[in-house]
């Protein structure tokens, strides 16, 4: 079991562009939550997805970020039109269920130049 | 709503000593709660999950204890390694199904 695969682990996107994050659970894990963490700063919830449901998004920014997990393939984060602000590391986590502990990725940094 | 804080903010002690983390939360209607070791630009990685009908958990030298009609949690950490020096985290799971953080202890281990 390879754990919470997060790809790229760096990235570096111009102001204005695009920023798509991948990340696959674990296997046989169906809830994935999404983190960001800035600079000195603690870990932020943005959203939680089950397979093709966006269970709460609560935590993320209502404009320019989506997120989704489809029935096949990884969850994306996807920032449009970055800005200096969304320079951060991005963590994903999955579970199997409810309260059973999370398993994190090793995160992707985005900076914004 | 849920508030994790976590005491100190950074700790320096010298190798082979014992330490104690703390960590408080203010809604202790929780499914569990959960320490985490980060390094410098890195991920996190799980040290011990204790659910709320448990009082503690043990794993080698870590010893983690909670305490949910108070609110709180320790991390004990036994005969301490610079290996050891990196940032804590705790963070519980509410009932909504969100993991909320506390900012950390930075933990530097004096060689």
């Known amino acids: 079991n390879a754990g919470v695969m997060q790809n790229p682990r760096h990235l570096v996107r111009r102001r204005g562009q695009e920023a798509r994050l991948r990340c696959s659970p674990m296997k046989g894990h169906s809830h994935v939550y999404w983190y960001r963490q800035l600079p000195e700063e603690g870990l932020k919830f943005m959203v939680y997805l089950q397979k093709e449901n966006i269970i709460d998004e609560s935590g993320m920014p209502k404009e320019r970020f989506s997120a989704e997990f489809p029935k096949e393939g990884p969850s994306i984060l996807r920032i449009q039109q970055v800005v200096r602000g969304d320079s951060a590391a991005y963590f994903c986590a999955s579970s199997p269920r409810d309260n059973y502990g999370y398993t994190f990725g090793s995160g992707t940094r985005l900076t914004v130049v | 709503k849920q508030e994790v804080t976590q005491i100190p903010a950074a700790l320096s002690v010298p190798e082979g000593e014992n330490l104690v983390l703390n960590c408080s939360f203010t809604?202790?209607?929780?499914?569990?709660l959960q320490w985490f070791r980060q390094d410098p630009g890195k991920g996190l990685t799980s040290l011990l999950l204790?659910?709320?009908?448990?009082r503690e958990q043990t794993s080698g030298r870590l010893n983690a204890s909670l305490d949910k009609s108070s609110g709180r949690s320790t991390l004990y950490i036994a005969a301490s390694q610079p290996g050891d020096s990196a940032t804590y985290l705790c963070?519980?799971?509410?009932?909504?199904?969100?993991?909320?953080f506390g900012k950390g202890t930075r933990l530097h281990i004096l060689p």
């Open positions: 809604d202790s209607a929780i499914y569990n």
């Open positions: 204790i659910q709320s009908s448990q």
């Open positions: 963070a519980v799971e509410n009932r909504d199904d969100k993991i909320i």
